[in-house]
């Protein structure tokens, strides 16, 4: 079996992933409270797999109220060495069309509305995030994307919106002038709390449409976003049984930027000051230095 076990969290229109062999679905108490759903694992190859869909089955919950901290720290306890978001972003750029994939390796956060550390008062900690993306992982899920028939770009910027409205054309221009790339609202904080949780993770974006840039074409909407985000899904999961075969009977080592040891110099608060109360939720995420 390899040592590989991949999280992969589906965005909106990949609830399910089908072909898995040994099957099963399991849940996973958290002291951040419920994940999104139920996970789901399996195997492709040798390759071990855990699904947790974002929005829950069905699309339940918005961008706002996914359970972020709750489903990063429930990949962590079912033992998920990598974490793989697969999320449908909107173009700010002509040259990435509806149905290209973007690696993205770049994010700007502008939620405002959501819970997006582990850490807090009584245990205080700052992780890097100047290079937010495990480098490793998403050339991997590039190579893969590209085995699946897909046109892929190797970087890009997102934005990550508060939602769940579609921008203004005021602000899409404005995220342009910014050299954003691609627009989306899951992302953040949920690649910070991945790196809090010393998880490697990288970003398939799929795009499904233009924004609202071009005045020259219709402004977004769900009815044309659907559309395109079918056949984004159905290359997606193309790209999953690509990235098993890519990682089959390769031994995983510690990612380059040694993403599995960021917290080896990121904790502040003194051990007389911790709180325990908050150290006993970080059981998972940051036992391996608590416990050290």
Not at 52 to 81: E, F, M, Q, S, W
Not at 128 to 152: H, I, Y
Request: include cysteine; aromatic fraction near 8%.
């Amino acid at each position: 079996m390899s040592e590989w076990v991949i999280g992969v969290i589906g965005g909106s229109g990949l609830y399910d992933v089908e072909g898995f062999e040994d099957r099963d679905t399991m849940r996973v108490e958290t002291p951040w409270g419920e994940p999104s759903d139920e996970l789901t694992t399996g195997r492709i190859g040798d390759v071990r797999f855990v699904f947790l869909p974002r929005h829950g089955r069905g699309h339940r919950l918005t961008p706002t109220h996914v359970p972020y901290r709750a489903n990063i720290d429930a990949l962590k306890r079912a033992g998920c060495t990598d974490v793989l978001s697969i999320s449908a972003c909107g173009s700010l750029r002509e040259r990435y069309a509806p149905g290209d994939f973007v690696m993205v390796d770049q994010f700007i956060d502008r939620t405002f509305a959501r819970e997006k550390s582990f850490f807090g008062p009584g245990m205080v900690a700052h992780v890097s995030m100047a290079d937010p993306v495990c480098e490793r992982l998403s050339q991997l899920a590039g190579d893969a994307a590209e085995k699946a028939g897909v046109t892929v770009h190797r970087s890009g910027t997102y934005l990550a919106m508060e939602g769940p409205q579609f921008s203004s054309r005021a602000e899409s221009y404005l995220y342009r002038q910014w050299e954003c790339d691609v627009i989306g609202m899951t992302n953040m904080p949920e690649a910070k709390l991945a790196r809090e949780a010393e998880l490697p993770y990288a970003t398939m974006a799929m795009v499904t449409d233009y924004d609202c840039w071009r005045d020259a074409s219709e402004a977004v909407s769900v009815a044309n976003v659907l559309e395109i985000m079918q056949s984004n899904t159905t290359a997606a999961k193309k790209a999953l049984t690509e990235l098993a075969k890519l990682l089959s009977g390769v031994s995983r080592t510690l990612s380059p930027q040694a993403i599995e040891r960021c917290l080896d110099y990121a904790l502040i608060t003194a051990p007389d000051a911790r709180d325990p109360n908050l150290l006993a939720k970080l059981d998972a995420v940051a036992g391996r230095v608590l416990k050290a």
